[in-house]
């Protein structure tokens, strides 16, 4: 079988393609990116035996899918994704997301391709104790014009439904390393501060609230068993490794940098919402999650040290 990886040299994806040789039904990966954020260093030492083949495209263009040759999944990735920049970059993130996600969408019907879609878990933003994916549409309230992209895509994807075959996976914040790893999320950000010595920036409400994150083992693990199990059931589900306050994150991360300083800032984004997202639906299923967002922040530390 063949996989097309969209996005293939940003955070998830380069996880993903060193990865690749795990997941057994797949012989051939097409990877896309058009490394507008410079992320060349993910193509570097690629193994041999890996059989990819990389195209530098630009996935708004209708043409890009054009000669890729015969696939049988997608797992799409690419997208503009710095959430609290999208209140700025406006127009060119709806754009962008939306003309790569039709793109996609249409060349996967018309060739009948298994499509894996990535939204995330901040489409949910109402004040709650827990949400699920069956919640009430009051409950999907999304805070920025990434997340409201996310809805967008979910929902052409549902008016889609009889046409094609796919899975929606709403992730939570990434945490962890990989080839093309970038620092605009919680974790990482945190980390890369600890080692530089800088003040940590965190925004004044965020430091109790409950937000979703997800280590991108078990991210990995979510592509791997969608793919091994046929999961494309035109469902969504809730990935992440587990529920933190801004307070557990820089408490994992005092293990490693005792002498850590905060620094309190405001944020366009509305934080003043704490809430817990469920990952039971995927559970249930079977699939089993690790949970390893301390080692996560161990490792990323650890590629800090010395500096
Ligand atoms: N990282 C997270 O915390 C997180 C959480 C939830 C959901 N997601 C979603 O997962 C997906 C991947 O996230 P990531 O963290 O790997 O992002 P990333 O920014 O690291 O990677 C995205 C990649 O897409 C590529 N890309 C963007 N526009 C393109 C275009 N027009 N044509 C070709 N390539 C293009 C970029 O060059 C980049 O390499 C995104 O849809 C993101 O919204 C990420």
Redesign the pocket.
């Known amino acids: 079988m063949n996989l097309l990886i ?10 993903v393609v060193q990865n690749l040789p795990k997941i057994k039904k797949i012989k051939k990966t097409v990877l ?6 410079g ?1 060349h260093n ?1 193509l570097f030492n690629n193994k041999k035996g890996n059989k990819i083949r990389f195209y530098l ?5 209708k043409k ?1 899918l054009n000669e890729i040759g015969k696939i049988d999944y997608v797992i ?8 609290e920049n999208s209140f700025k970059d406006k127009k060119k993130m709806y754009d ?2 939306l ?2 996600f039709k793109n996609v969408l249409n060349y996967c019907i018309k060739n009948k391709c298994k499509l894996i879609h ?5 489409v949910y933003g109402k004040q709650t104790n827990i949400v699920d994916e069956d919640c009430e549409k009051k409950f999907l309230k999304p805070q920025s014009p ?1 997340a409201d992209i ?1 809805l967008i895509e979910e929902n052409i994807l549902n008016k889609n439904k009889k046409k094609i075959k796919f899975v929606i ?7 962890g390393i ?1 080839p ?3 620092f605009h ?1 919680a974790v990482n950000k945190f980390c890369f501060l600890a080692s530089i010595k800088k003040p940590i920036t965190v925004y004044k409400t965020a430091m109790n609230q409950f937000r979703p994150y ?1 280590s991108l083992q078990d ?1 990995f693990m979510a592509f791997k068993f969608c793919i091994d199990k046929n999961l494309f059931n035109n469902e969504k589900y809730n990935i992440l490794s587990g529920n933190f306050t801004v307070k557990h994150i820089l408490d994992k991360i005092k293990k490693y940098k005792k002498n850590i300083k905060i620094n309190y800032i405001s944020s366009p984004i509305m934080n003043q919402l704490s809430y817990h997202v469920s990952n039971a639906k995927i559970c249930e299923k079977g699939l089993k999650l690790k949970n390893s967002i301390d080692s996560d922040v161990k490792d990323t530390i650890k590629l800090l040290d010395n500096i």
Request: hydrophobic letters at 30%; aromatic letters at 8%.
């Open positions: 969209t996005g293939a040299c940003g955070h998830i994806g380069s996880y896309i990116d058009n490394l507008e954020f992320r993910s495209s630009d996935l708004k263009d890009s799409h990735l690419a997208s503009m994704t710095n959430a962008n997301n003309g790569c990535i939204s995330s878990t901040s990434y996310k996976l709403r992730f939570g914040t990434i945490a990989s093309g790893m970038r999320t997800l991210a």
